[in-house]
């Protein structure tokens, strides 16, 4: 069983950055792809960013330029750098890590961005 445990969430002014990260337990970190998910209230879950096993990276179009996926295998974990923060980033923030068709996710983590 793979256990997810996301951290760094918090409340930042717009325009500031936070860094989330997720550990994974287990040995399978290192061959799966890592995703970040994030939901608002009333809203569905989205994906944020991807990074395969082999470290390429895909992002929503609402956050390229903006937030970096990367993940350290030696950890077992996968971080998302979150710069220029907008209001409408705030969402629960989850991290999937996905191998094959079995997929886990984490608690989630709150960010919350000021105006």
């Known amino acids: 069983q793979v256990q997810l445990v996301e951290s760094g969430g918090g409340l930042v002014q717009a325009g500031g950055s936070l860094r989330l990260s997720c550990a994974a337990s287990g040995s399978i970190f290192s061959i799966s792809a890592m995703g970040w998910f994030r939901q608002a209230t009333g809203k569905q879950r989205e994906m944020v960013a991807h990074?395969?096993?082999?470290?390429?990276?895909n992002y929503a179009h609402s956050v390229k330029g903006r937030f970096t996926i990367s993940r350290d295998n030696a950890k077992n974990t996968v971080y998302l750098q979150m710069n220029s923060l907008k209001p409408e980033d705030t969402a629960v923030y989850y991290c999937?890590?996905?191998?094959?068709?079995?997929?886990?996710w984490g608690q989630g983590t709150q960010v919350t961005v000021s105006s």
């Open positions: 999937r890590l996905e191998l094959g068709t079995y997929y886990y």
């Open positions: 990074i395969t096993a082999g470290g390429i990276k």
